[in-house]
């Protein structure tokens, strides 16, 4: 009982040059982000082909039906109706985190992407959620208006930092899943292996912000994405999908462009 | 398209000609009648063992014999694959079975998938069935007339072998007056066959009427598996305690593993999706509940009474009921491949590293170490990469959690959260999470308890210099004693790489911006060095900068290789050009 299936990266030159540049990163001699890129540059096809995959879509499909659920006057009555709350329980974010499992579970491909579309939209909720709550407050406070809160992911700003949290998430998940394969092999040290991973988290979440802030995505393409396409309905998958391509373009290239010159 | 392997199973004489060059095919007979026998299902044995067995019943037990062996004999792709798609399988079986219509009903096979699919992590499970022959009576006692003795005070529970289900035998045994039956399945493995029956053997001497043993014996044969992973062995094993539990009249089992392994948080992001099993997983033991009842046709329930408990809480139970010298024949390697002749455990998998930490937090090593291990992480130099990634993500993930208040610790493993917060008893989820909030720290505790305890016992202070390989050293030894001080003194901080100077003095320009520290488009000369200086402090928060390095950086700024602009959008941008 109890088993784990431990994972290690592929025997060929390019991976073994990612696990050597760990053992850099032991010495001090290479950083977390220039190693991010790397291991992007080996995977840039299949993380641009993400944004075909089903589980991807529908995951972030569920993000906007929760903004878009904000904007009308009954939001709970609606996100029942969608059989994404259950009438059962009191609402409480938690219970929109949840949702996320049971959000078009068959539109399936892929479970390994799956997951990694569901956990990301599980982060994203969370941190978007903790980011708008009051200072002093935690996540399991019991005197915040949660339904308050979610109202401000119902306009363009409020979904563009959602939107944005997602890509980090997913492109931050994505890369471990190759990185940390073999880290703590390389980064034996537990101080310098806990330091490699935030390092990691720190820098997707800062190229996301640079992607989606300083890039103009947000205001620009994000926002106005969403001001113009979650209007009165959700947006068709077509427009979905543009939406993602977008937004995995600009994270890709953002996390690239330093490698590329 | 990534597309889910398939394979076709057809089971116990089954013949699918069209599916015959098929690849993906395969047949598992046990019937000695069948020709190709290659599956040791020993039904007959047990039905004998405990009388008589209901034809339900004894489907279930062959179906989850056929499975295990399915699920042991196809591949689920390598650990050095580059995205484990294989890992998901389609299995597509064909039973025959006595009770056909009961397992033809939609909403038992719905059942069957939901309890296989969480617990293996696989694509999807299909079932074709096939009305059997009427089996001949396995013994005297097995027919309609013959009416089963169903004792009131009996419990049944899962019986491995290991620390757990041994701590949970003996907490039966001492805080109840109960006959204990333990369900064991027994595969091909001799040596956890003797350990099972050398325990049970030593438990009967200790608790003299009190005990008995059933064992299944059922796996491949006369073959290697190709996955050396059998996550549906919980399924088989649940499924033998259940046939004897309903058979002798009860309406639950007892299952004990603490509640660290059977949560089994991923240490990291490519242990998701069932690679760290789901073995006693609280999801997967309401789904075998809601499975068993429906074959019970009454409620049925699986007790999890260590939970909450560490694995150092489960060996407390051996030593404070004096039991210690039981702990030597209990086996917890989860390693079906690779040990020595002469070891039952071989040191480097995540369980036997699990026990090694909870002997030392309990501070009972002396009973454990007596050449159990084929390779021991406190003596011998860690040379292989796989101990190096056990033993630090092991640790790594005990001081994460000691690190985390409830709010990061919550944050990190959200999803898992989903999975299990509606499978726990509790009143709210905010309760549920502190609940299990706590096991983890209690966890990490122990931990830090064994660490101490190793580092006294093995490294103490004025001891001979150790190995740089050795495990005190590599893993926790510049930790606790160097790197953290370094680093704090600001000696520890990286070398700017070769030729990354200019790259990182443009994101560091490009965060000052993003910041708001930089609003307007600065010009480096000779004399007034703003820009350069602004951003080799940004540097210097995360590297060694030299004065060499500082010279550079203000010769990029002041020769325009690096300069501020304005874009289209008269957003401030930092621009890399070609050196003149």
Request: include cysteine; charged fraction near 30%.
């Amino acid at each position: 009982m109890g088993h784990k299936r431990y994972g290690y990266l592929p025997k060929s030159k390019i991976w073994r040059d990612i696990v050597d540049s760990l053992g850099g990163f032991a010495l001090g001699k290479i950083d977390a982000v220039s190693i991010a890129q790397k291991t992007l540059q080996n995977v840039q096809k299949r993380y641009s082909n993400l944004e075909n995959d089903p589980s991807i879509n529908a995951s972030f499909e569920y993000l906007v039906e929760v903004a878009y659920a904000f904007k009308q006057e009954q939001p709970l009555k609606y996100l029942s109706e969608k059989n994404i709350l259950s009438e059962k329980e009191a609402f409480s974010f938690f219970q929109l985190v949840k949702g996320v499992n049971n959000y078009k579970n068959n539109e399936l491909v892929s479970h390994e992407y799956q997951t990694f579309a569901r956990q990301a939209a599980v982060d994203a909720i969370n941190n978007w959620y903790k980011q708008n709550i009051d200072k002093g407050q935690t996540l399991f406070s019991n005197d915040i208006d949660q339904e308050a809160v979610f109202r401000k992911a119902s306009n363009g700003s409020g979904f563009c930092e959602l939107s944005r949290l997602y890509f980090s998430k997913l492109t931050e998940r994505y890369l471990k899943y190759f990185l940390e394969r073999e880290a703590a092999i390389k980064i034996s040290n537990i101080s310098d292996r806990n330091r490699f991973s935030k390092e990691i988290e720190k820098e997707i979440d800062h190229i996301s912000k640079h992607a989606f802030e300083t890039a103009k995505i947000t205001q620009s393409f994000s926002a106005g994405w969403y001001n113009n396409h979650v209007k009165d309905s959700i947006p068709e998958r077509g427009e979905i999908r543009h939406f993602l391509n977008t937004s995995f373009g600009k994270m890709k290239g953002e996390l690239l462009r330093e490698e590329a010159k | 398209m990534i597309a889910s392997e398939e394979y076709t199973i057809a089971c116990n004489g089954i013949k699918l000609k069209d599916k015959v060059k098929d690849s993906r095919y395969i047949e598992l007979n046990h019937d000695k009648e069948c020709d190709n026998v290659n599956t040791k299902i020993n039904l007959n044995n047990f039905v004998s063992e405990i009388f008589k067995l209901d034809d339900r019943l004894k489907d279930l037990l062959e179906m989850a014999g056929y499975i295990f062996a399915a699920d042991r004999k196809t591949y689920r792709g390598g650990p050095e694959d580059l995205e484990y798609h294989s890992w998901a399988r389609s299995l597509n079986f064909h039973f025959t079975v006595r009770d056909y219509d009961f397992w033809t009903r939609t909403d038992i096979q719905n059942l069957l998938k939901k309890s296989l699919l969480f617990m293996s992590g696989d694509h999807s499970y299909d079932f074709n069935f096939y009305k059997a022959e009427t089996d001949f009576p396995t013994s005297f006692f097995d027919n309609e007339n013959f009416v089963m003795d169903k004792p009131e005070n009996m419990k049944v529970m899962l019986f491995s072998g290991g620390i757990d289900s041994l701590s949970g035998a003996i907490k039966l045994l001492e805080t109840t007056d109960a006959e204990i039956c333990l369900a064991s399945h027994q595969s091909g493995f001799p040596g956890t066959h003797t350990k099972q029956n050398t325990l049970f053997e030593e438990l009967k001497r200790l608790y003299p009427n009190r005990c008995k043993h059933f064992k299944y014996e059922c796996g491949l044969c006369e073959q290697k598996a190709k996955d050396e992973t059998q996550r549906t062995r919980s399924f088989l094993f649940t499924s033998i305690s259940f046939a004897i539990a309903h058979t002798y009249g009860q309406d639950k089992l007892y299952v004990f593993e603490n509640g660290i392994t059977s949560l089994n948080f991923a240490e990291t992001q490519d242990l998701m999706n069932s690679r760290t099993s789901r073995t006693t997983h609280p999801k997967t033991i309401r789904h075998l509940e809601k499975l068993f009842s429906a074959i019970a046709e009454r409620p049925f329930k699986i007790e999890h009474p260590f939970l909450y408990k560490t694995k150092t809480d489960v060996v407390e139970v051996l030593k404070k009921y004096d039991k210690l010298e039981l702990l030597n024949n209990s086996v917890s390697c989860s390693e079906t491949r690779g040990k020595g002749p002469m070891n039952s455990h071989c040191g480097t998998c995540s369980q036997c590293i699990d026990r090694r930490f909870a002997v030392y937090a309990t501070e009972v090593e002396d009973y454990d170490e007596q050449g159990l291990y084929g390779f021991d992480f406190l003596k011998e130099d860690l040379e292989e990469g796989k101990t190096i990634k056990v033993l630090t993500e092991y640790i790594r993930m005990a001081q994460n959690y000691a690190d985390s208040g409830l709010e990061e610790w919550y944050e990190d493993r959200g999803y898992e959260l989903t999975e299990i917060i509606d499978y726990i008893d509790g009143k709210n989820p905010n309760e549920k999470f502190e609940k299990l909030y706590d096991l983890c720290i209690k966890h990490s505790k122990c931990i830090e308890k064994a660490i101490n305890k190793m580092n006294e016992k093995h490294n103490p202070v004025f001891s001979p210099a150790k190995s740089e390989k050795s495990f005190f050293n590599m893993i926790i030894g510049s930790r606790l004693y160097q790197k953290e001080v370094e680093r704090e003194s600001g000696n520890g901080k990286m070398e700017i790489p070769t030729r990354q100077l200019k790259n990182l003095a443009k994101k560091a320009c490009e965060n000052l911006i993003f910041e708001g520290s930089i609003t307007t488009i600065l010009k480096e000369s000779k004399t007034d060095k703003t820009l350069s200086k602004m951003v080799t402090n940004e540097i210097k928060k995360k590297y060694k900068m030299t004065i060499k390095n500082e010279k550079s950086l203000s010769d990029y700024f002041r020769k325009l290789e690096l300069q501020l602009k304005k874009d289209k959008d008269k957003n401030l941008i930092v621009v890399a050009n070609k050196s003149r």
